[in-house]
C-alpha cells in the first residue's frame, strides 16, 4: 500500500479540498495559486505514473485511486468554474454527468465481470479538460472555453466506446455460458 506511486496518489487527493479552499477563498476563482494547485494535482498524475514504472511498485490500490483521483479534481474544478462562471455552465453540466456516468459505468463493469480498459479518445481527453479549466483559472477564458470542447467532444466518443465495448463483453460472457448443455431454440418456421 505504501509504494511510491501510492502515496503521490495520497497526496494528489489530500491537495484537492486544499485546491477548493484557496480557489473559493479568491475573490474570482482565478488566480496563480489555485491554478498552480490544480496543476500540481494534475501532473500528479503523470507523476505517479512514472514513479510506477521505474520502480515497479504497481498495485491494484493506485490502479482504481487513480482515475477516481482524476474524475474528482475534474470535478472540483468543474464546481469552481461553475461557481464564478469561469466556463459556459451548459458544457461543464455535461462533463459533471459524464464524469459521473463514468464513475456508475465502471462500478457496474467492475460488478459484472467487464473491466472497461482506457480507449485513446479517453486518453486524449484528458489534457484538453485538464488544460481547460487550468486556463478558466489563469483568466484565459476563450482559450479554456475551446479546450473545453475540444476535451468535452473527445470524453464523449470515448463513453460511447466505453459502452459498445461492455455491452459487446456483457453479450459475450452470456453467450459463452449459454452454450454447454442449453437446449436448442425452438424452431419458428412452419
Known sequence: MWTIPNVIGFVRVALIPLFLLVAFN??????ALPATLFAVIGFGDYADGIAARVTRQYSRLGALMDPIT??????????VCWHFELLPRWALALLVARELFMLVLGRYGQTHGVELRINWP?????????GAIFFALTGLAKLAE?????GLALALLATVMYVRYGLRELRLRRGVAGQPGDAPPASTST
Not at 479517453?122 to 485538464?130: D, E, K, N, W, Y
Not at 475551446?146 to 475540444?150: G, K
Open 26 to 31: 479568491s475573490s474570482d476563482g482565478t488566480g
Open 70 to 79: 482524476d474524475r474528482l479534481l475534474i470535478i472540483a474544478g468543474v464546481v
Open 122 to 130: 479517453g486518453r486524449i481527453a484528458v489534457a484538453p479538460l485538464m
Open 146 to 150: 475551446v479546450l473545453l470542447y475540444v
